[in-house]
């Protein structure tokens, strides 16, 4: 949550000192990818629960992302400060 306020107070400063004409569009990510099953393990080890989860339960439908997202510039100006291990630990 820290860093996503982190975000956006600096996506802020850029409107209110006009580094540019018109919109713009960024990306706000880690530079680390992760798939639904290590993101669940990432969860067991911060939070000490398991999330019950039955893999392959279904079928992949046609439009499902499998892929990680990775268009976008990364927002100037921000970069993450907290590990996802130690957000999760902190809620």
């Not at 018109?22 to 393990?41: K, M, N, P, Y």
């Not at 279904?58 to 970069?79: D, F, H, I, K, N």
């Amino acid at each position: 949550m820290d860093d996503a306020v982190a975000a956006i107070r600096v996506a802020v400063s850029r409107t209110e000192h006009a580094v540019t004409a018109g919109h713009e569009i960024f990306a706000v990510r880690s530079g680390t990818t992760r798939d639904v099953r290590a993101l669940f393990d990432t969860w067991a080890t911060a939070r000490g629960t398991v999330i019950p989860a039955e893999w392959g339960a279904r079928a992949v439908r046609a439009r499902e992302m499998l892929e990680p997202w990775s268009q976008g510039v990364v927002l100037p100006g921000w970069t993450p400060r907290v590990s996802l291990e130690e957000g999760l630990r902190a809620l």
